[in-house]
């Protein structure tokens, strides 16, 4: 599956005073890591983020979001957001600030 190189683009622009991000081409997209630990990345044409456990319900009610299901069952802590909900850079960046924060949290790899 191909991902969309517009959206993986944006993502290094918006992260790219960010010297502790890795990429890793991961579930046929692309992933960035933050110290070893999967953060975000791309699907398809779609944004996904690793949002947390505490963070998921309220992140699954917001426009253009949903699971992300990649094996049939869905990955808890983690969503899908839309093209429709990355129209902007704020939106796009409100995602990633929020993966950052959690991702932050977790022991490094």
């Known amino acids: 599956m191909a991902f969309s190189s517009a959206l993986a683009d944006r993502l290094r622009h918006a992260t790219r005073s960010r010297r502790d991000l890795t990429e890793k081409k991961m579930f046929g997209g692309l992933c960035f890591l933050l110290h070893g630990n999967m953060c975000f990345g791309v699907m398809a044409s779609s944004l996904i983020v690793r949002v947390g456990p505490d963070a998921y319900a309220a992140a699954l ?7 992300f299901n990649v094996t049939g069952r869905p990955m808890k ?33």
């Open 61 to 67: 009610k917001q426009p253009n979001v949903a699971e």
């Open 77 to 109: 802590g983690w969503i899908v957001v839309e093209p429709d909900g990355l129209e902007n850079d704020r939106q796009l960046d409100t995602w990633i600030g929020q993966a950052i924060a959690f991702v932050e949290t977790l022991p490094r790899k």
